[in-house]
């Protein structure tokens, strides 16, 4: 199997693995919901954890790869697969936010209903804050390759220090990092072996 084939199968890893993550956290709220009080709980909150544990396992694991391959890539100045590794990374994470926003969203109104309010002064709060930070891992690990094609083009004049440095903080931003993949991927793209910018 080539580099390229490699690279795209650890991209790819890790984005299942965050599907597999968001899947178990649904799956506890429907286990307790279905099951509770039940002697097949147990068994399937241990089934359920586990697979949990395993999904930020690989997420690390995978991220970690990602982000060192996006290094490489941008020692050697390959602009045009830093621009293909992107592309792949970001767009197949987004029905995983969207649906990641949905289930957040859906907790959290089931917390204050169910407590009338008194969850956002309890230990709840640390438990959202701490879901949020590790889904924020899913935009540090995904924009690897858009961090470096943006640093690369910088160290080829193609983008001014100033926008480089907006286009870096656009990229650790939710909804905003895909606008500007969009705006990146129309800008510069490869035609005929050749890397070209569309305008400036």
Same mark, same amino acid.
């Given at each position: =199997?080539? &580099?390229?084939?490699?690279?795209?199968?650890?991209?790819?890893? *890790?984005?299942?693995? +965050?599907?597999? %993550?968001?899947?178990?956290?649904?799956?506890?709220?429907? /286990?307790?919901?279905?099951?509770?009080?039940?002697? /097949?709980?147990?068994? @399937?909150?241990?089934?359920?954890? =586990?697979?949990?544990?395993?999904?930020?396992?690989?997420?690390?694991?995978?991220?970690?790869?990602?982000?060192? %391959?996006?290094?490489?890539? +941008?020692?050697?100045?390959?602009?045009?697969?830093? &621009?293909?590794?992107?592309?792949?990374?970001?767009?197949?994470?987004?029905?995983?936010?969207?649906?990641?926003?949905?289930?957040?969203? @859906?907790? %959290?109104?089931?917390?204050?209903?169910?407590?009338?309010g008194i969850f956002i002064i309890g230990? /709840?709060?640390?438990?959202?804050?701490?879901?949020?930070?590790?889904?924020? *891992?899913?935009?540090? @690990?995904?924009?690897?390759?858009? /961090?470096?094609?943006?640093?690369?083009?910088?160290?080829?004049?193609?983008?001014?220090?100033g926008v480089a440095f907006l %286009?870096?903080?656009?990229?650790?931003?939710?909804? $905003?990092?895909?606008?500007? $993949?969009?705006?990146?991927? &129309? &800008?510069?793209?490869?035609?005929?072996?050749?890397?070209?910018?569309?305008?400036?």
């Amino acid at each position: =199997m080539s &580099r390229k084939g490699v690279t795209m199968k650890r991209i790819r890893a *890790l984005q299942i693995s +965050y599907y597999i %993550n968001i899947f178990a956290a649904i799956a506890l709220i429907l /286990i307790l919901m279905l099951f509770y009080g039940s002697k /097949i709980q147990n068994i @399937f909150l241990l089934a359920d954890i =586990m697979l949990g544990i395993f999904s930020i396992i690989a997420i690390f694991l995978f991220g970690i790869l990602c982000i060192s %391959n996006a290094v490489v890539l +941008y020692r050697r100045g390959d602009l045009a697969t830093l &621009r293909q590794y992107m592309k792949v990374a970001k767009r197949g994470l987004i029905p995983f936010f969207i649906i990641n926003f949905i289930y957040c969203a @859906f907790l %959290n109104m089931i917390l204050f209903v169910a407590s009338r309010g008194i969850f956002i002064i309890g230990p /709840i709060p640390i438990m959202i804050i701490i879901m949020v930070s590790f889904t924020y *891992l899913a935009v540090l @690990f995904s924009s690897s390759y858009s /961090i470096a094609f943006i640093i690369q083009l910088k160290k080829k004049d193609k983008l001014s220090q100033g926008v480089a440095f907006l %286009n870096i903080c656009l990229q650790l931003i939710f909804v $905003l990092d895909i606008i500007e $993949l969009i705006y990146l991927l &129309r &800008r510069f793209r490869k035609e005929n072996d050749v890397f070209i910018e569309t305008y400036s």
